[in-house]
């Protein structure tokens, strides 16, 4: 099993510029959450998808966009690319609860291994 | 979901006990407390979570306070390995996300 993979790993854009970074989830998970992090921060939530819609959002701009397709896998968008958009973009999937997702490990998101960004 | 505090970073001797601490004063009745770590900008890994019960599992130990305000996670004999990054984490069950703070900044010295 492959776990949580994304791409790419990482990734230069100018200001202005829209970017699309891909997702796919832990097989058997049909949750995908985003966060961007920072240097020297903790991960911060920008939404959720599941049954390819969003369900959660965080205190993100509408230039952040993103889609869920069919096989769970899924894209984050970003437009109009600004300087403080630099950061590592994870990525963590997860079971629905209302599926049986919460096991003795609690709520479990497994999070890949981040794209990192950056916007010069 | 309720926030949390840590200190920024802590150091600890090869072979000691690690114990890092956690301020999560405003947490409600159905919030849990859970702990990832981060370790060189890969992504979190789980490391253990709880109510109100200590827990523990093969990674560390868990100890929440009677009165649910404060937490330890306790990693019994550090290794150079569990030098990363630590958060502490409040949520919901039900709910999917989680919100990160800053974390803490563990420095395990030879």
């Known amino acids: 099993d492959a776990g949580v993979t994304q791409s790419p790993t990482h990734l230069i854009k100018t200001r202005g510029q829209q970017v699309t970074l891909r997702c796919s989830p832990k097989?058997?998970?049909?949750?995908v959450s985003w966060y961007q992090q920072a240097l020297g921060q903790g991960p911060q939530f920008i939404f959720q998808y599941y049954e390819e819609e969003e369900r959660q959002r965080g205190n993100f701009p509408d230039r952040f966009s993103g889609h869920q397709f069919p096989n769970y896998s899924s894209e984050l968008n970003v437009n109009a690319l600004l300087l403080g958009d630099s950061a590592l973009y994870l990525c963590?999937?997860?079971?629905?609860?209302?599926?049986?997702?919460?096991?003795?490990?609690?709520?479990?998101?497994?999070f890949g291994p981040g794209t990192r960004l950056t916007v010069t | 979901d309720a926030k949390t505090t840590q200190p920024p970073s802590m150091d600890c001797a090869e072979g000691r006990a690690a114990n890092l601490p956690c301020n999560h004063s405003?947490?409600?009745?159905?919030?849990?407390v859970y702990w990832y770590r981060q370790i060189h900008s890969q992504g979190p890994q789980y490391i253990i979570h709880g109510l109100k019960n200590n827990e523990t599992n093969e990674m560390a130990s868990l100890i929440i306070t009677e009165d649910r305000k404060s937490s330890t996670l306790i990693l019994p004999h550090a290794t150079l390995r569990d030098t990363a990054v630590y958060y502490c984490i409040v949520r919901v069950q039900s709910f999917n996300k989680f919100y990160f703070g800053s974390g803490t900044k563990l420095n395990v010295k030879p």
């Open positions: 097989s058997g998970h049909d949750t």
């Open positions: 405003t947490i409600s009745g159905n919030e849990y």
């Open positions: 963590a999937s997860g079971r629905d609860p209302s599926k049986g997702g919460i096991s003795r490990r609690g709520y479990e998101q497994y």
